[in-house]
C-alpha cells in the first residue's frame, strides 16, 4: 500500500485466520493444549464464559463437538434467553452442540469467583473449566506457537489484545531482537498485569489508542478502513480485534514511529464469524456496512 512503501516499512501478515474453518486464529492455539488436558483428566464437558458476539464461544463449541466433548456457555446477558436464535454467533454454537447459561451481567462478573464456580460444577457435573476468552497458562503455551523460525526476520510483532493470553504466547515465543506490540480492543491498561503473569520478557508495549471507544465498539472511519483493506488486499478483517489493530499499526506508520527500514509481522488472529452480527448492528445505525 502506498504509505508503507513511502515510509519504507515492510508489513506481512499471518493469516492464522485460515487454519480452521471455525476454530480460526488463536482461538484454536488457545484450545490446543486444554483440549489435551481435559481429554487427559478423563473430562466430557467443556464450560465456558463469553458475550452474546464471542469468538471463543463460537471456536469452543465446535472444538467440542469435532472432539466428542459436550459444551456448555455461559452466556452474559439474561436478556438473550428468549431471542438467542435471533444472534448468529449463538445460533452456530448451538448448532454445534452447545448448551447455553444465560446469567446476569451482576452475576457475570462472579465468573472467576471459587463459590460461583463451585456452584456451576454442582449444576453440571465434572466439567473442565476454560475462563473467558481462553486465556490461561495452556493456552498462553498454544499461542507461543504461533511464531517460527523464519519469522525471526521480523523487528516487531504486533497483535490485537483481548484477555491477553495470545500477545504473552507471543512475548514468550519472539527472539531477543523483537519487540511484541499489542493493540488492546478494550478501554484501559488493566491489561498490562493479565499479561505479566504469563509473559517471561519485557519486551514489549501496549497501544491503548485504538480501542473506539471500547470493546465492541466501531465507527464510520474503522469500517471504511476494513473495507478499503480489502479491496487493495483481498483479505477481509474482523472489526473488533485485527481491523483495529492494523488501523492502528498504519496510524503509527504515519506518524513515523516505525524508523524506515522496520519490518512488522501482524498476526491475523481470526474472528471472523462476528461480521455477520456487526454487521446487523451497523444497519441499525444507518452505518456502511462491513464487505463479506
Same mark, same amino acid.
Given at each position: 500500500m502506498p504509505l508503507l512503501h513511502e515510509k519504507g516499512i515492510d508489513l506481512y501478515l499471518k493469516r492464522e485466520d485460515t487454519i480452521h474453518p471455525y476454530i480460526s486464529g488463536n482461538k484454536y492455539r488457545k484450545l490446543k493444549y486444554n483440549l489435551l488436558e481435559a481429554k487427559k483428566a478423563g473430562k466430557q464437558t467443556l464450560l465456558t464464559f463469553g458475550g452474546a458476539f464471542s469468538n471463543h464461544i463460537a471456536a469452543t463449541a465446535y472444538a467440542g463437538y469435532e472432539q466428542g466433548l459436550k459444551t456448555i456457555g455461559v452466556i452474559r446477558g439474561e436478556e438473550l434467553q428468549d431471542k438467542w436464535q435471533n444472534n448468529p454467533t449463538l445460533k452456530l454454537a448451538y448448532e454445534?452442540?452447545? *448448551?447455553?447459561?444465560?446469567?446476569? #451481567? /451482576? &452475576? @457475570?462478573?462472579?465468573?472467576?469467583?471459587?463459590?460461583?464456580?463451585?456452584?456451576?460444577?454442582?449444576? @453440571?457435573?465434572?466439567?473442565?473449566?476454560?475462563?473467558?476468552?481462553? /486465556?490461561? %497458562?495452556?493456552?498462553?503455551?498454544?499461542?507461543?506457537?504461533?511464531?517460527?523460525?523464519?519469522? %525471526?526476520?521480523?523487528?516487531?510483532?504486533?497483535? %490485537?489484545?483481548? $484477555?491477553?493470553?495470545?500477545?504473552?504466547?507471543?512475548?514468550?515465543?519472539? *527472539?531477543?531482537?523483537q519487540t511484541v506490540w499489542g493493540f488492546p480492543a478494550l478501554k484501559?491498561?488493566?491489561?498490562?498485569?493479565?499479561? #505479566?503473569?504469563?509473559?517471561? $520478557? &519485557? #519486551?514489549?508495549?501496549?497501544? /491503548? &489508542?485504538?480501542?473506539?471507544?471500547? @470493546? %465492541?465498539?466501531? &465507527?464510520?472511519?474503522?469500517?471504511?478502513f476494513i473495507n478499503l483493506f480489502k479491496s487493495k488486499t483481498g483479505i477481509p478483517l474482523d472489526p473488533i480485534y485485527t481491523g483495529k489493530m492494523l488501523f492502528g499499526i498504519f496510524d503509527l506508520v504515519k506518524r513515523d514511529v516505525f524508523v524506515s527500514g522496520t519490518r512488522i509481522l501482524a498476526i491475523h488472529t481470526g474472528g471472523l464469524q462476528g461480521i455477520e452480527g456487526m454487521n446487523r448492528v451497523l444497519k441499525k445505525k444507518k452505518l456502511p456496512l462491513l464487505d463479506v
Open positions: 454445534h452442540g452447545m *448448551q447455553f447459561h444465560f446469567v446476569s #451481567r /451482576t &452475576d @457475570y462478573r462472579l465468573k472467576n469467583e471459587a463459590s460461583f464456580l463451585q456452584k456451576l460444577k454442582g449444576t @453440571y457435573g465434572d466439567i473442565y473449566i476454560l475462563p473467558e476468552g481462553g /486465556t490461561n %497458562a495452556l493456552a498462553v503455551k498454544g499461542c507461543s506457537e504461533i511464531l517460527t523460525e523464519e519469522d %525471526a526476520q521480523f523487528d516487531n510483532i504486533c497483535c %490485537a489484545a483481548g $484477555t491477553g493470553g495470545t500477545v504473552a504466547g507471543l512475548i514468550n515465543a519472539a *527472539q531477543p531482537h484501559g491498561d488493566f491489561l498490562n498485569e493479565e499479561i #505479566r503473569t504469563f509473559a517471561h $520478557t &519485557d #519486551r514489549w508495549r501496549l497501544v /491503548t &489508542d485504538y480501542h473506539f471507544g471500547g @470493546y %465492541a465498539k466501531v &465507527d464510520q472511519q474503522l469500517i471504511e
